[in-house]
């Protein structure tokens, strides 16, 4: 059975460019989270995909999307960045959206916005 | 507003004393809530919540409604236990998790 696993692990941009983050869920899960983590607080939810559909939103502006594939990995993509989009970025997977099973997270990406 | 709270960013004790790590929340409806556990160089991962009633690694926590705590217990401390622990609530049935800022838990030899 394999992990959550994210990529990149890290990467550098300047503001106004965009950025796609990827995540595969581990091995039978059918649904994923992501979460955004400034710098000395706790994960804040951005959005949850569960078969395909977004399921769920937090209050991030629209230039935050994501998408969700066939074999239920993921995406998040992050348009005209801002300085304070900086952070470690957390995927989840589940194995439904109705959150009565454990989410398993990812090891994260950090971005850092310059 | 769903909101929960850790009041201490930083929570540094002896090997063998007692812990507790705070959380306090604000919920309209049916809670359930959950405490998770960061240790160095790994990553986040489920320690507890409270519909098991079960206690891992030594550590018990209480949901208690009047109060709106769900506070983290270990009668024991060991310096294994040092790590980051967030304190979550999940919010109806979409499975999003609101997390606390988190408190380190140091355990000193």
């Known amino acids: 059975e394999t992990g959550v696993t994210q990529s990149p692990t890290h990467l550098i941009k300047t503001r106004g460019q965009q950025v796609t983050l990827r995540c595969s869920s581990q091995?039978?899960?059918?649904?994923v989270s992501w979460y955004q983590q400034a710098l000395g607080q706790g994960p804040q939810f951005i959005f949850q995909?569960?078969?395909?559909?977004?399921?769920g939103r937090g209050n991030f502006p629209p230039r935050f999307s994501g998408l969700q594939f066939p074999n239920y990995s993921s995406e998040l993509n992050v348009n005209a960045l801002e300085l304070d989009d900086s952070a470690l970025y957390l995927c989840?997977?589940?194995?439904?959206?109705?959150?009565?099973?454990?989410?398993?997270f990812g090891p994260g990406t950090r971005l850092t916005v310059l | 507003a769903q909101r929960v709270t850790q009041p201490e960013k930083l929570l540094s004790v002896f090997k063998g004393a007692p812990v507790e790590l705070k959380c306090n929340y604000s919920?309209?409806?049916?809670?359930?809530l959950f405490w998770y556990v960061q240790y160095s160089r790994q990553r986040l991962q489920l320690l507890l919540r409270?519909?098991s009633r079960e206690s891992i690694k030594g550590f018990t926590a209480d949901l208690n409604k009047g109060e709106t705590s769900f506070h983290l217990k270990k009668p024991f401390a060991q310096e294994e236990d040092s790590a980051m622990y967030y304190c979550?609530?999940?919010?109806?049935?979409?499975?999003?998790?609101?997390f606390g800022q988190g408190t380190t838990l140091q355990v000193k030899p």
């Open positions: 409270h519909i």
């Open positions: 995909y569960y078969r395909e559909e977004e399921n």
């Open positions: 989840a997977s589940s194995l439904a959206s109705g959150g009565k099973h454990e989410q398993f």
């Open positions: 979550a609530l999940k919010r109806d049935n979409t499975g999003k998790l609101i």
């Open positions: 091995s039978g899960h059918n649904t």
């Open positions: 919920y309209s409806g049916s809670p359930e």
